[in-house]
Nanobody, 119 residues
Framework: QVQLVESGGGLVQAGGSLRLSCAASGGIFSVYAMAWFRQAPGKEREIVLAITWSGVTTYYADSVKGRFTISRDTAKNTLYLQMNSLKPEDTAVYYC????????????WGQGTQVTVSS
């Protein structure tokens, strides 16, 4: 089992920055990729960015290109999401997730962290 704990959410003004962290523990050796998802009020959860444990990044949300960056520190077993130039529409609960394989299914989830961007 892999345990994921997010941190770093909060309230920020539009144009500001936040960095989310996701600390992974447990069977981390079984992880193939990790990702950040978000769910805004009244909307479905969407995948934002993903990264394989070897460092290959995939953007899924066009709206964050040029503003958000995903990275991981394999020594610390930690995933990061650097969010710059935040917009009110980025307001959501952000979740990190881990996948054991490359089939696009995520097997482990964190509890989520709230990000609120005020205009």
């Amino acid at each position: 089992q892999v345990q994921l704990v997010e941190s770093g959410g909060g309230l920020v003004q539009a144009g500001g920055s936040l960095r989310l962290s996701c600390a992974a523990s447990g069977g981390i050796f079984s992880v193939y990729a990790m990702a950040w998802f978000r769910q805004a009020p009244g909307k479905e959860r969407e995948i934002v960015l993903a990264i394989t444990w070897s460092g290959v990044t995939t953007y899924y949300a066009d709206s964050v290109k040029g503003r958000f960056t995903i990275s991981r520190d394999t020594a610390k077993n930690t995933l990061y999401l650097q969010m710059n130039s935040l917009k009110p529409e980025d307001t959501a609960v952000y979740y990190c997730a881990a996948a054991r394989g490359s089939n696009g299914r995520y097997d482990y989830w964190g509890q989520g962290t709230q990000v609120t961007v005020s205009s």
